[in-house]
T-cell receptor
Framework: GNSVTQMEGPVTLSEEAFLTINCTYTATGYPSLFWYVQYPGEGLQLLLK?????DKGSNKGFEATYRKETTSFHLEKGSVQVSDSAVYFC?????????FGAGTRLFVKA | GAGVSQSPSNKVTEKGKDVELRCDPISGHTALYWYRQRLGQGLEFLIYFQGNSAPDKSGLPSDRFSAERTGESVSTLTIQRTQQEDSAVYLC???????????????FGEGSRLTVL
C-alpha cells in the first residue's frame, strides 16, 4: 500500500542554519506530494506541493523536489528562522486519500 | 465561512460517554475528511466523504466510531462509549475532491481536542 516515511525529530537548529527534513514514499502510479506545516496552536496548512516527477515546490524559502527515481521529496531551507519552529508533515495523495508521515518537529534557537 | 470550522475546540468527557464532533467545511468543497492525531504522532485517516457517493470508512478504528454528512455541508463524527485511547485531536479537512490524479490540497480546521478521563 501507499506510505510515507519521514525523519524522526525533534530537529534542533540555530537560526540561519541549513535545514533538511527527509521524506520518502511508497506508492503505485504517480501520486502528488505535499509538505504541510503545523505552527504552535494552529491548524495544518499547506506549505508546498509537487504534482509530477522533477517538479519543485517552493514557498517561504522552503523547497522540495519530486524525485521519482529515489521516491523522495526532501524539504530544504537555506537559512531557518525562529518563526519556522513547527511540525512538518510530508504527505502523498493518490486518488481521494491523502496519507501523512508521522511529522518532524523543528525547533529553531535564536 | 472562510475556513473549515470545527466544534467544540476542546472536549473533556468521562470514559463510557458518547461524544459528537462537528465540522463545517469551506463552502463549495465537495470532499470532507476526518483524521485523528494522537499526541506526538502523525495523522491517521478515519473517513472520507465525496459529494453524494458512499463514504470511504476504511480508517474508522472500531464500530464505536461513525460519521455522517448532510449533502455537501456539515459533518458529525460520533464516538460512542469513549475509551481513554480515543483521546486525541480530531481534524477535519475539505477540498474540491482530488479526483483520480489526487492533486488536491487539503484545507484543515483547527481540530477538536478530545480528552477521555
Amino acid at each position: 500500500g501507499n506510505s510515507v516515511t519521514q525523519m524522526e525529530g525533534p530537529v534542533t537548529l540555530s537560526e540561519e542554519a541549513f535545514l533538511t527534513i527527509n521524506c520518502t514514499y511508497t506508492a503505485t502510479g504517480y501520486p502528488s506530494l505535499f509538505w504541510y506545516v503545523q505552527y504552535p496552536g494552529e491548524g495544518l496548512q499547506l506549505l508546498l506541493k509537487a504534482t509530477k516527477a522533477d517538479d519543485k515546490g517552493s514557498n517561504k524559502g522552503f523547497e522540495a523536489t519530486y524525485r521519482k527515481e529515489t521516491t523522495s521529496f526532501h524539504l530544504e531551507k537555506g537559512s531557518v528562522q525562529v518563526s519556522d519552529s513547527a511540525v512538518y508533515f510530508c504527505a502523498l495523495s493518490r486518488g481521494f486519500k491523502t496519507i501523512f508521515g508521522a511529522g518532524t518537529r523543528l525547533f529553531v534557537k535564536a | 465561512g472562510a475556513g473549515v470550522s470545527q466544534s467544540p475546540s476542546n472536549k473533556v468527557t468521562e470514559k463510557g460517554k458518547d461524544v459528537e464532533l462537528r465540522c463545517d467545511p469551506i463552502s463549495g468543497h465537495t470532499a470532507l475528511y476526518w483524521y485523528r492525531q494522537r499526541l506526538g504522532q502523525g495523522l491517521e485517516f478515519l473517513i472520507y466523504f465525496q459529494g453524494n457517493s458512499a463514504p470511504d470508512k476504511s480508517g474508522l478504528p472500531s464500530d464505536r466510531f461513525s460519521a455522517e454528512r448532510t449533502g455537501e455541508s456539515v459533518s458529525t463524527l460520533t464516538i460512542q462509549r469513549t475509551q481513554q485511547e480515543d483521546s486525541a485531536v480530531y481534524l477535519c479537512a475539505s477540498n474540491y475532491g482530488g479526483g483520480k490524479s489526487g492533486t488536491g490540497e487539503l484545507f484543515f480546521g483547527e481540530g477538536s481536542r478530545l480528552t477521555v478521563l
